[in-house]
């Protein structure tokens, strides 16, 4: 008998919830029914209801008490859902999802204190180091498997002004590795669709744009940047960029891929390391190093190394951590294995061997 009433309530919200109504809606019918019963053992003889319900008035007021807490929960519940759907959109409903992508905050999106957040933390960038980035001036040659990945890292990371040079024009074919651009910039030129990604990704990157290739006559060019990141795939534009750098005395971040396997390092003669010329003082036989396009390159690899050239430019730029100047990191995809070896000037460098080293240099 002392389950009795607790029974006839659950029978009510049973009933309830099969004629659809909703879990506030449920819980008042029982408050209502939990007044109605108090209210009949108010009036009664309390010798009457225990023998009729089994229970007192002390314990179906307890029974009352956490109902009430029940119904006040959900009701707070409910109106902080309202008020978060009034001021945010529903979370679940395409008209809040469509609020977001087509609303976003102007203001919001041009405060560097919250889009560089994560950099202001690091003990080794903080303020500091993200104002260098700021200011930083930075040439990317070729925006291609290596240039697309190491652009977006640099744009996002807050580099002042990004410069990008490349002669060609997006094709389907680019699009297996090529992460910046999106299938319906088939035939626009590389530049035009990086700069536009860029600037949508972070518009307070000045972004340039060069339709042309970088050449040995583009000294004063190279000149004005801080630093210059290679991602050609060309052993005679490499060689071109790499002289001009050293012409110019700005430091060069040199990524390569083939097939499962890529290499980064940085070119800075001026402070002690080697130039590609000390490295590979000939081009390649015929047939040696083939392209992309003739060997063949997973799509993720040319991601991995161009990441790890913004990497080693964030750490040029800032002063953090020690960077791969004087040395080359070779990346095996295919067996998941790195290899660091040392790298170390030519005193016969038919281009870097006439450099004095710059004050500071190693």
């Not at 007021?61 to 109902?67: D, H, K, P, S, Y």
């Not at 060997?295 to 750490?315: F, R, T």
């Not at 998941?336 to 281009?351: H, Y």
Request: charged fraction near 20%; proline fraction near 6%; glycine fraction near 12%.
């Amino acid at each position: 008998m002392g389950v009795l009433l607790p029974l006839g309530l659950l029978s009510i919200a049973a009933v309830a919830w099969i004629m659809g109504w909703g879990i506030l809606r449920v819980l008042a019918a029982l408050f209502a029914a939990w007044l109605i019963v108090l209210a009949l053992m108010l009036a009664a003889p309390a010798a009457e209801m225990r023998v009729f319900g089994g229970m007192d008035v002390r314990a179906w007021l307890a029974m009352g008490v956490l109902l009430a807490l029940v119904l006040g929960y959900m009701a707070v519940l409910r109106k902080a859902r309202a008020a978060a759907g009034a001021r945010w959109g529903d979370p679940q409903g395409e008209a809040g999802h469509e609020a977001r992508r087509t609303a976003p905050d102007p203001e919001a999106s041009r405060d560097p204190l919250e889009r560089y957040a994560r950099h202001y933390v690091l003990r080794e960038i903080g303020g500091p180091g993200q104002a260098r980035l700021r200011d930083a001036r930075v040439l990317l040659v070729g925006a291609g498997g290596l240039g697309a990945p190491a652009a977006l890292y640099l744009a996002a990371a807050g580099i002042g002004r990004l410069a990008i040079a490349d002669p060609d024009h997006v094709s389907i074919s680019n699009l297996q590795r090529q992460i910046i651009y999106r299938s319906g910039d088939a035939g626009r030129p590389k530049t035009a669709a990086a700069a536009e990604a860029l600037r949508a990704l972070n518009p307070l990157v000045e972004v340039e744009t060069l339709d042309r290739r970088i050449t040995a006559a583009d000294t004063s060019l190279i000149s004005r940047f801080d630093l210059v990141l290679d991602g050609c795939d060309s052993f005679a534009d490499r060689a071109a960029i790499n002289a001009t750098c050293v012409d110019a005395g700005v430091p060069l971040i040199a990524g390569a891929i083939a097939q499962w396997e890529g290499q980064v390092t940085i070119y800075d003669p001026a402070r002690g390391a080697p130039c590609l010329a000390c490295i590979f003082p000939e081009p390649p036989a015929p047939g040696l190093a083939p392209s992309c396009a003739e060997a063949g390159v997973v799509g993720p690899l040319p991601g991995v190394i161009g990441s790890m050239m913004a990497l080693e430019a964030i750490k040029h730029l800032t002063g953090a951590g020690e960077t791969l100047a004087g040395a080359m990191l070779i990346y095996d995809g295919l067996h998941g294995e790195t290899r660091r070896i040392a790298l170390g000037r030519r005193t016969d460098c038919p281009v870097c061997s006439g450099v004095a080293l710059r004050p500071g240099g190693a």
